[in-house]
């Protein structure tokens, strides 16, 4: 059962996760998904399930606020619709695809594997990618095979980590179509519903009848952890993009880059993993 303190380190994780996406342009998922995972260790479930409840969930977060962000870009004519709805659906049956894998895997294995993800996007964070990819060429091109292609893959890893994908599909947009900055994140925005929905699905068939879940979960997905997070993340996801204008970003990216870092060493066992916050 969640304690006071247990709710209150979710809500601060949605908090952090939902300003950190809108300010810093990563997924919210980077920062719910391993302080969930410790706090679902730390409430005594099993190893080989504890991720599988922190994706799934995190999955749940992203899906409510990537319709938000979605409507948001779109009123800014900021999705590029014909894209979006080629990624999307590809992107859906990836992630059903990656979550039903994600729960035939060992723990250890998910663990290691998303922090592998995590150190690799923080690399690439702090190698400077991102204010180089806003440099891009402005003349787009339309190339579904392309986007069709990627798609599954991008909702495969989305499945198998509990992450949006949106820091696969940004770059992928850009580099290979030359999409505008502010039309690729609109775009991955709108083709992140599709890819959390398919994820959402896959941890909620597969999770159906597993014994030792956390009381009202519905498959691997846990109701009140999510409700927790979406609380926060949602709302402080419009002050994170209001704050993007006025805040010095850069400094704030790397005190992220510096979480991301730590997280994912932990979750490969660079530092011992126990079942302490």
């Not at 939902?18 to 998904?33: D, E, K």
């Not at 579904?144 to 696969?168: D, E, H, K, W, Y």
């Not at 704030?252 to 660079?270: E, H, N």
Request: charged share 10%.
């Amino acid at each position: 059962m969640l304690t006071a303190t247990h709710i209150g380190i979710l809500l601060a994780t949605g908090a952090g996760a939902g300003f950190a996406s809108a300010l810093l342009g990563v997924g919210g998922g980077l920062i719910m998904v391993p302080a969930s995972y410790w706090l679902i260790l730390a409430m005594g479930i099993s190893p080989d399930i504890a991720p599988l409840i922190a994706f799934g969930t995190s999955l749940l977060v992203i899906l409510p606020t990537a319709i938000s962000g979605t409507w948001r870009h779109n009123k800014k004519k900021a999705v590029h619709w014909k894209t979006a709805l080629v990624l999307g659906p590809c992107a859906l049956v990836g992630g059903v695809v990656g979550a039903t894998l994600a729960a035939h895997l060992p723990g250890e294995i998910l663990e290691k594997g998303f922090g592998g993800l995590v150190l690799a996007i923080a690399l690439w964070m702090g190698l400077g990618i991102i204010p180089r990819l806003r440099r891009g060429a402005e003349e787009l091109r339309e190339n579904r095979g392309l986007v069709a292609a990627c798609g599954f893959p991008i909702g495969m890893v989305s499945g198998l980590t509990g992450l949006g994908g949106g820091a696969l599909i940004v770059p992928m947009l850009v580099l290979a179509l030359n999409f505008p900055m502010h039309i690729a994140i609109g775009t991955s925005v709108a083709s992140i519903i599709f890819a959390s929905l398919g994820g959402i699905v896959g941890y909620i068939v597969n999770g159906l009848g597993v014994p030792e879940l956390l009381p009202y979960s519905l498959g691997y997905i846990n109701l009140p952890i999510w409700l927790c997070l979406a609380a926060t993340s949602i709302p402080l996801a419009q002050l994170g993009a209001q704050a993007a204008h006025a805040l010095p970003a850069k400094p704030l990216r790397y005190i992220f880059i510096a979480f991301m870092v730590y997280a994912g060493l932990k979750m490969i066992g660079v530092f011992k993993l126990g079942t302490g916050l």
